[in-house]
């Protein structure tokens, strides 16, 4: 046995999905109508996603089979392997044993079609045509692309302008994958023409495309809206990573003492660590951290309350770690990471102290993310770089343990942030504290 490279045979993808609303400790507080206040019904959510996913979303079986038609795509990049990082442990010269789930295989390069298959394929089953999105650094919109491509749907993105401009090729793969790609804010739809018309060089950022996209599924009976992180849904369909994960590392006769994972809307670190919540919740010591970026530090320095999921009011409230909905983070280059808000699962979870959280800045992260290619040789996502950083910090504490770290996506997309970085021209955002509070008076009062 490989106890270096963990791989898993095909028939060990996971013929389930694991929801730990079963499992949590509180009940998850429910979403609202913003209107009414009163918390939503599946009829709410029905003008903008199909039954079987609003039916998952509020969902407490703790099991959810995965349809064939989703293993069978599944098995082009799944089962993904868990690497042991032992060139990296030399480097630190740290006894800590270093692993990391590789979910950079996928077609699009990230965990992000793990989803996003679930969703084309549940969508193309009710008659779904078209499928409107929002992505930040385009991993969720190449995912969506192909996904749409498999099940035979179309796609439009709307995708933050300051990516847009950062990263021009993952827009190409999306219409490879024969999306329609719109910088956003675009003039295409209302909440996008109200944010031009008040900043017209506006960087857009996910809250604002994520209007923009609602908007477009909701004005269109044969469209529907697709989230790429955050409900409750995708993070369901992440749990493949924790749950191949546990196996691997039983196989090996290891367990995690530390659980790492970048966090943006939540999907990936939550992908990784729920099936191990479990664990934590009967007793199991595990420390289990969420890394997000100084510039957009939802759960170290935003509040728990309800809020909107996108900056024109469009979506339910939901009870989440926030910054604001009006909040719009600096341009850093884990555009991945430039979201307001947190998966209202993580939120409670942090919130009930099962998990944890930091914060780093993106020179340090970028610097990490390069001893990493220098001595794994893989090039990480910026996103995944955080979870790296993370990473190191707890190796260098040179203790007899084991660290697992999720490795959301690659790199090949972001040269042009290495580039900055290697050219010293990569700026380290200050916590924007004075427009987090301005934009933290903007949510809603419950
Ligand atoms: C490679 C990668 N990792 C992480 C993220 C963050 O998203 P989430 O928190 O939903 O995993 C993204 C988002 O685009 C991403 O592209």
């Known amino acids: 046995m490989d106890k270096e490279y963990i791989t898993l045979p095909k028939k060990d993808i996971p013929q389930r999905w694991y929801n730990v609303l079963a499992d949590l400790p509180v009940p998850l507080p429910p979403p609202l109508n913003p209107g009414t206040g009163k918390p939503l019904g599946p009829q709410d959510l029905a003008p903008i996603f199909p039954m079987s996913l609003i039916q998952q979303e509020m969902s407490q079986e703790k099991w959810i089979d995965i349809p064939n038609e989703i293993l069978d795509v599944y098995k082009i990049w799944r089962p993904a392997p868990l690497h042991r990082a032992t060139r990296l442990e030399k480097a630190l010269k740290t006894k800590t044993r270093i692993y990391y789930k590789n979910e950079s295989l996928s077609p699009a390069g990230s965990h992000k079609p793990n989803t996003a298959v679930a969703q084309a394929y549940y969508n193309k089953k009710e008659g779904v045509k078209r499928i409107c999105t929002e992505t930040g650094a385009g991993q969720w919109g190449?995912?969506?692309?192909?996904?749409?491509?498999?099940?035979?749907?179309?796609?439009?993105?709307?995708?933050?302008?300051?990516?847009?401009?950062?990263?021009?090729y993952r827009k190409s793969l999306m219409r490879v994958w024969g999306a329609d790609v719109y910088a956003s804010p675009t003039n295409l739809t209302k909440s996008g023409k109200a944010i031009l018309a008040q900043d017209p060089n506006s960087p857009g950022s996910l809250g604002m495309a994520i209007s923009e996209a609602v908007e477009d599924a909701a004005m269109h009976d044969d469209a529907k809206y697709a989230l790429g992180s955050v409900l409750n849904h995708v993070l369901l369909h992440q749990t493949v990573i924790g749950l191949e994960t546990k196996k691997q590392l039983e196989m090996i006769g290891e367990a995690p003492d530390v659980l790492i994972g970048c966090v943006g809307g939540g999907s990936n670190f939550a992908g990784l660590c729920l099936p191990f919540i479990q664990d934590k919740i009967k007793g199991k010591k595990i420390k289990i951290i969420a890394v997000e970026p100084t510039a957009c530090p939802t759960i170290t320095k935003g509040l728990y309350e309800y809020d909107f999921g996108d900056t024109a009011e469009l979506t339910p409230l939901v009870k989440m770690y926030t910054l604001g909905h009006s909040f719009v983070p600096p341009g850093i280059h884990a555009g991945g990471l430039r979201y307001h808000g947190m998966a209202p699962i993580v939120s409670l979870l942090a919130k009930q102290g099962l998990i944890e959280a930091k914060a780093y800045a993106q020179n340090p992260v970028f610097e990490a993310g390069i001893l990493f290619a220098e001595t794994e040789g893989l090039l990480p996502a910026p996103e995944a770089s955080h979870a790296i950083k993370c990473a190191i910090d707890e190796a260098k504490k040179n203790e007899d343990k084991c660290v697992v770290f999720n490795y959301s996506g690659h790199g090949f997309f972001d040269l042009s942030a290495y580039d900055a970085y290697l050219d010293n021209k990569l700026e380290d955002y200050e916590y924007p504290e004075e427009k987090i509070k301005e934009a933290l008076k903007n949510t809603p009062k419950i």
Not at 142 to 168: D, N, W
């Open 142 to 168: 190449s995912a969506i692309s192909f996904a749409c491509k498999v099940f035979g749907l179309k796609c439009t993105v709307y995708m933050v302008r300051v990516s847009y401009e950062q990263k021009p």
